[in-house]
């Protein structure tokens, strides 16, 4: 594989993005290869690492380049044309410093002293126990998309709280407490369970913790006082959501590449004629370049909105709203354009193999995803109507 350009002494974030540039065409020829391990390979994770992805979101004091959210935003977009699994779990992977950052100092150093450090795992809390004991927690639970855990070095679980004696811990207005674990990779059973539809060279497969100590310092609260008096890449859960948002982005513009290769070197129509001469190609292109470029333009420009306002302080809720509504809207796009564009080409594209099939279930693999489902929505639509929203993240 081509190896990306040397990095300087000081990583920037100009640096990075250069060297995803560099690295996604040999990223792109290696799409049936990650679909078919259904994991990255190890050696690409190290190229990966090398290339400074995984150090994104670590502060300068901490040997990263400490990239703004737009800055996130372009580098995880060029990945995804190349291999949407690959941007998938590039996205995972930079929390790492966001998350190095939020953890206290102590369990930072301990679980994160290398600045190329890869942390996975999810933190919806539902799936995993989490009960008090001296020193510390034990973790118990099974855990669906753990997305890049096949490579990680530190997994992230949510799960409730029970006290010593197995009794659920509450919180103030009668909310069951809940901590997001940080524990070692090689503390836990990572199953063979990532058999899909799409995204299929993530691994996003399941993961069992077995009564896993986690110390004290290890289990974070995850509310507002999280973020309080931080740089602004650590003072809001939204600069650890959002970043999803480019994955789809660079899907759909790797479709509308492929289909209009496609259409230049094909015939079509009665008599044959090219096929990029036929008005009904035309308008479908049109249509879905509209899309993709609304889509793109609208998650920039609510994210340097959002990034502009983060800087001076506490971001209004309708522009955080906006953000929220952007990644929507960017997921549900991508969708509805590979969708278009494989149904604008036919039945060349449904053999395994073909790009544009790739790009179809990958993007639509993405558009299940919890953040952008129905539920969600209606949070992000009240909080353009002034409401906020019910999670310290947002």
């Known amino acids: 594989m081509t190896r990306a350009a040397a990095l300087p002494d000081v990583l920037t974030a100009e640096a990075i993005l250069a060297s ?3 690295l996604a065409p040999a990223i792109a ?3 049936a290869e990650f679909e078919a391990l259904r994991r990255l390979p190890t050696e690409l994770v190290a190229e990966l690492r090398a290339a400074g992805f995984f150090r994104m979101g670590r502060s300068r004091a901490r040997s990263g380049p400490q990239m703004t959210l737009p800055q996130h935003l372009e580098v ?11 941007a998938w779990c590039v996205k995972i992977g930079t929390d790492s410093g966001i998350i190095a950052e939020l953890l206290p100092p102590a369990a930072s150093a301990r679980l994160l002293p290398d600045p190329d450090g890869i942390t996975a795992g999810q933190f919806t809390a539902g799936r995993g126990r989490l009960q008090q004991m001296a020193g510390g927690y034990v973790l118990s639970g099974r855990f669906p998309f753990g997305s890049g855990i096949t490579h990680a070095d530190v997994v992230m679980s949510g799960a409730m709280l029970f006290d010593e004696d197995g009794t659920p811990v509450i919180g103030p207005g009668g909310v069951p407490e809940s901590r997001l674990a940080f ?3 090689d503390e ?9 539809h799409g995204l299929r060279g993530s691994g996003s497969t399941h993961y069992r913790a077995e009564e896993v100590f986690i110390p004290e310092d290890q289990a974070l609260r995850i509310d507002e006082s999280l973020f309080e008096g931080r740089d602004t890449l650590y003072s809001s859960g939204f600069n650890w959501v959002t970043t999803m948002a480019a994955v789809p982005l660079g899907t759909a513009r790797r479709a509308l590449d492929e289909a209009k290769a496609l259409i230049a070197e094909r015939m079509g129509g009665i008599p044959p004629q090219p096929m990029g001469k036929l008005p009904h190609v035309q308008e479908a292109i049109a249509e879905a370049e509209t899309r993709y470029g609304a889509a793109r333009a609208f998650l920039y420009s609510a994210a340097n909105d959002f990034w ?15 953000l929220a509504l952007a990644n929507v809207n960017a997921f549900r796009m991508a969708a509805d354009v590979t969708r278009q564009l494989f149904d604008l080409i036919g039945a060349n ?3 395994e193999g073909s790009p544009l099939e790739r790009l179809a279930r990958d993007a639509l693999t993405l558009n299940q995803h919890m953040i952008i489902a129905r539920p969600a929505l209606a949070s992000y639509g009240a909080m353009m109507l002034g409401q906020k929203h019910p999670s310290p993240l947002y």
Do not use: M, N, Y
Request: with cysteine; proline share 4%; net charge negative.
């Open 76 to 86: 995880i977009e060029v990945l995804a044309e190349a291999d949407p699994s690959v």
């Open 349 to 351: 594209v449904i053999f």
């Open 308 to 322: 502009a306002e983060l800087e001076q302080g506490t971001p209004a809720v309708d522009t955080k709203g906006r």
């Open 188 to 196: 836990l059973v990572i199953e063979d369970t990532w058999h899909t």
């Open 20 to 22: 995803a540039r560099a």
């Open 183 to 185: 524990c070692r990779a």
């Open 29 to 31: 020829e290696r799409s």
